[in-house]
């Protein structure tokens, strides 16, 4: 199943759905991370939301969403672009935690107390716009809905699903975001959140149809459009030139102790864990180029 993401709008103009799949690029990320069985779950969940955050950007944006907790996972960084790039990473991979009630513990591993912070670089040059919550549930879909609701003052529900098969390789993984817009008559509102309430397992709709299935289960008997459906992609924007410009920031003396003591400098990407090897020679041009770069003329 290819990983996509499906945009919808009820006819009267007052219910937008999202939904995605991300079962492939959920797999890829979690293979690079040597994850554990909790955190693919965890990692599943919230590149589906990534995605789907993702999915409300206008060209050039990015949006960055940071779970922080108090529990052995310690951090969760998802990012995603316009266009359907996303990557993530999480502080500690082998995080695990014994399941509550038949149901995988990504509470467990997050931690119950911490933060959800969300970052929106909405391009042209200005500030990157910066929101953050108390975690509610550590559960990634309900703190996400509450971001949106509480801090951007968008009534929305999420619903979010990860499943593993028998190898611990993630079967499906994906999710909606139903989101209440102005105009939308109150009978409207009450028939979908009846819905959510009584809502099918995600995962199995995603077996089923996929992220249509998902949509049309969700409005039910309410006419709706289409508006967009595009793939989404894992991409990392990891390079040796901003491991340069990283390095490049760094005391004179934190540089020299990396040549001394290190024999140079060695740097792995956290998202993609690509490794970087700065040689002590191009250690020591980029100090020479910066004095030089920063020495004043003698005057004549």
Same mark, same amino acid.
């Given at each position: 199943?290819?990983?996509?993401?499906?945009?919808?709008?009820?006819?009267?103009?007052?219910?937008?759905?999202?939904?995605?799949?991300?079962?492939?690029?959920?797999?890829?990320?979690?293979?690079? /991370? /040597?994850?554990?069985?909790?955190?693919?779950?965890?990692?599943?969940?919230?590149?589906?939301?990534?995605?789907?955050?993702?999915?409300?950007?206008?060209?050039?944006?990015?949006?960055?969403?940071?779970?922080?907790?108090?529990?052995?996972?310690?951090?969760?960084?998802?990012?995603?672009?316009?266009?359907?790039?996303?990557?993530?990473?999480?502080?500690?991979?082998?995080?695990?935690?014994?399941? !509550?009630?038949?149901?995988?513990?990504?509470?467990?591993?997050? #931690?119950?107390?911490?933060?959800?912070? !969300?970052?929106?670089?909405?391009?042209?040059?200005?500030?990157?716009? %910066?929101?953050?919550?108390?975690?509610?549930?550590?559960?990634?879909?309900?703190?996400?809905?509450?971001?949106?609701?509480?801090?951007? %003052?968008?009534?929305?529900?999420?619903?979010?699903?990860?499943?593993?098969?028998?190898?611990?390789?993630?079967?499906?993984?994906?999710?909606?975001?139903?989101?209440?817009?102005?105009?939308?008559?109150?009978?409207?509102?009450?028939?979908?959140?009846?819905?959510?309430?009584?809502?099918?397992?995600?995962?199995?709709?995603?077996?089923?149809?996929?992220?249509?299935?998902?949509?049309?289960?969700?409005?039910?008997?309410?006419?709706?459009?289409?508006?967009?459906?595009?793939?989404?992609?894992?991409?990392?924007?990891?390079?040796?030139?901003?491991?340069?410009?990283?390095?490049?920031?760094?005391?004179?003396?934190?540089?020299?102790?990396?040549?001394?003591?290190? #024999?140079?400098?060695?740097?792995?990407?956290?998202?993609?864990?690509?490794?970087?090897?700065?040689?002590?020679?191009?250690?020591?041009?980029?100090?020479?180029?910066?004095?030089?770069?920063?020495?004043?003329?003698? %005057?004549?």
């Amino acid at each position: 199943m290819q990983d996509i993401l499906v945009r919808a709008l009820s006819i009267s103009g007052g219910i937008r759905i999202l939904a995605c799949s991300t079962t492939n690029l959920s797999n890829q990320i979690c293979d690079m /991370h /040597h994850a554990s069985a909790t955190v693919k779950i965890a990692l599943g969940r919230a590149l589906a939301a990534g995605a789907l955050m993702g999915g409300l950007l206008k060209t050039d944006q990015r949006i960055a969403l940071k779970f922080e907790g108090n529990g052995p996972m310690k951090r969760m960084l998802i990012e995603a672009e316009y266009g359907g790039i996303i990557r993530g990473t999480v502080g500690n991979p082998d995080a695990e935690a014994e399941p !509550v009630d038949g149901r995988w513990n990504v509470p467990g591993i997050l #931690g119950k107390a911490g933060f959800l912070t !969300v970052t929106k670089d909405i391009g042209m040059g200005g500030e990157p716009y %910066q929101g953050m919550v108390q975690l509610q549930t550590s559960e990634i879909g309900d703190d996400l809905a509450f971001y949106l609701t509480d801090s951007e %003052q968008i009534p929305s529900a999420v619903g979010l699903g990860a499943n593993l098969d028998k190898n611990g390789t993630i079967q499906h993984s994906g999710g909606f975001l139903v989101q209440v817009l102005p105009g939308v008559e109150e009978h409207q509102i009450e028939s979908i959140m009846q819905t959510i309430s009584n809502f099918p397992s995600l995962t199995s709709l995603l077996a089923e149809g996929g992220c249509e299935a998902i949509i049309n289960a969700l409005f039910g008997e309410q006419p709706y459009s289409i508006l967009e459906k595009h793939s989404l992609s894992f991409n990392c924007s990891c390079s040796l030139e901003k491991v340069y410009k990283a390095l490049n920031t760094f005391p004179e003396n934190e540089l020299k102790d990396m040549i001394a003591k290190d #024999g140079g400098a060695a740097v792995t990407c956290e998202f993609c864990r690509q490794q970087y090897i700065v040689s002590p020679e191009d250690l020591a041009m980029m100090m020479t180029a910066d004095k030089s770069k920063n020495s004043t003329p003698e %005057q004549p």
